[in-house]
């Protein structure tokens, strides 16, 4: 079988499969219960000490939203984040990172992250953001702090949520992440699994992903698509971020997976926004159906630039391929309760073990800020002299998905099992977590979405589809603290 040719049982399930009905009807049992963290309802600083003395003294494997400081006596940090970053997370890590014995100076950027809470927002970061470590400073630019950072002699800059790292000159600094900008995922998320546990959940994960040659998606909220994919795909540099794991091929690749069927849900990294449907045939985007305020933004960007093609892309116009179906694997995430005040606010949900987001459009422009040896200098070139021009890629987010992998072989392998990463249940895995405590406790996800109609009793189109945010909010305000 050629790899780039769909198993032909898969293509006509997905033919048949792809016209899920909105109207799912919900069967006690049959997908996992809500689950909710438990926190502190008013936590103090003393409450967050813990964690911030976990995140200070261990070391950054690397993986998102999971960074390590590794602090030494007589080093010296400098942290740069926006100004609605809460006090009591910062003042946590500030007073861990002096007990240590290091020194560390604060500075707040002039702008919030981003403010409001709706899907649509999400074309504001997609597509006309210069720098997105930038954004995440509160305005502060990734080269100005890593000049202030060497200027002052700082060891380490502490900034940003994601993007990559900028360049910088290594044997001067190092650049973590800060990316708890709210105390329940620090408390929750911050210091919950050791880092050995979670190296070993990703390797092993890792393992069984990349040995399938086609992977089949299905989720209750309609979402149904494979896709095929070929030894080398897997070895992309890319495709393995810690905590983020890249199950498509990446569209700059110079073939295609031939991605047909169709992705559905009603969340992505800014918020909620009504049902949509997004059909794809050989990894383009044939239509979009409904999604609010959200779809038709979309499809407006898509008209505008529909004849415009530049480097980087596969085609002419904006998001118009499946860029990526990335799977979380840590446990420990979740959507904070400020989700729906924060326009990036429910970007950690997607580090969760089972949860996917896919990506579609692409990521040309990070090539020009973050160049490497192997970047297409013609690409490189156009965006750093066109910073302007938009790029990037928009979400959609799924909570109970099944991913099954079909291998070289033609066995199968349940790699998510309704939001369940089944690595969680290797023997391998338990083993290392019995080390520190109970692996049902350890491996178990801290939190688990309802949704009507799914996991809740309801109808999943007349009580959430056409208006998720309200449910959301009623249900964010049970949480149990």
């Not at 926190?39 to 939203?65: C, H, S, Y």
């Not at 800014?270 to 045939?281: E, V």
């Not at 989700?339 to 606010?345: E, Q």
Request: aromatic share 10%.
């Amino acid at each position: 079988m050629s790899a780039r040719t769909l198993p032909s049982f898969l293509f006509v399930l997905v033919v048949f499969a792809v016209g899920v009905s909105q109207a799912q009807q919900y069967k006690p049992g049959e997908y996992p219960a809500p689950r909710y963290p438990k926190i502190t309802k008013n936590p103090t600083v003393e409450d967050l000490m813990p964690t911030a003395r976990a995140i200070v003294k261990r070391g950054d494997i690397g993986a998102m939203f999971y960074p390590g400081y590794a602090i030494t006596s007589g080093e010296k940090a400098l942290m740069v984040v926006p100004l609605d970053f809460d006090p009591l997370v910062l003042e946590a890590l500030q007073r861990a990172i002096r007990e240590a014995g290091a020194k560390v100076d604060l500075l707040l950027g002039n702008d919030p992250y981003l403010s409001g809470g709706d899907g649509a927002t999400e074309f504001e970061y997609f597509t006309h953001m210069n720098d997105i470590m930038g954004a995440q400073a509160g305005g502060i630019e990734q080269a100005t702090i890593v000049a202030m950072t060497v200027a002052g002699k700082y060891d380490l800059a502490i900034s940003g949520m994601g993007g990559g790292i900028p360049p910088h000159p290594s044997d001067k600094m190092r650049w973590v992440y800060m990316p708890w900008d709210m105390a329940d995922q620090f408390l929750v998320h911050g210091a919950s699994i050791p880092p050995d546990l979670l190296k070993l959940i990703d390797d092993t994960a890792w393992e069984t992903l990349t040995k399938a040659v086609s992977v089949h998606v299905t989720d209750p909220e309609g979402t149904d698509i494979v896709w095929s994919t070929r030894k080398e795909d897997w070895e992309t540099p890319g495709r393995h971020t810690a905590g983020h794991f890249m199950s498509h091929p990446l569209i700059d690749l110079p073939d295609v997976s031939g991605a047909t069927g169709v992705v559905a849900g009603t969340w992505n990294h800014t918020g909620p926004y009504p049902h949509i449907r997004l059909s794809f045939k050989n990894d383009r985007l044939e239509g979009i159906e409904g999604g609010g305020a959200y779809g038709q933004r979309w499809r407006n960007i898509r008209e505008e630039w529909k004849s415009v093609n530049w480097p980087g892309k596969k085609g002419p116009g904006l998001f118009n391929y499946l860029f990526e179906a990335s799977i979380g694997t840590n446990p420990k995430s979740l959507r904070p309760k400020g989700a729906l005040d924060r326009a990036m606010g429910n970007i950690w949900e997607r580090t969760r073990s089972g949860v996917i987001h896919w990506g579609i459009g692409g990521d040309a422009k990070m090539v020009a800020f973050f160049p490497t040896e192997s970047s297409d200098s013609s690409v490189v070139e156009f965006f750093q002299k066109n910073p302007e021009t938009p790029t990037g890629h928009v979400h959609v987010h799924n909570y109970f998905m099944t991913m099954v992998l079909i291998n070289a072989d033609g066995s199968r392998t349940t790699f998510v099992d309704k939001g369940h990463l089944t690595t969680l249940d290797d023997p391998r895995v338990r083993r290392q977590a019995a080390k520190y405590g109970d692996p049902d406790e350890l491996l178990q996800e801290s939190w688990i979405p309802a949704i009507p109609g799914i996991n809740v009793p309801g109808d999943y189109s007349a009580d959430y589809a056409n208006d998720p945010a309200a449910f959301t909010r009623k249900d964010l305000a049970n949480w149990p603290y």
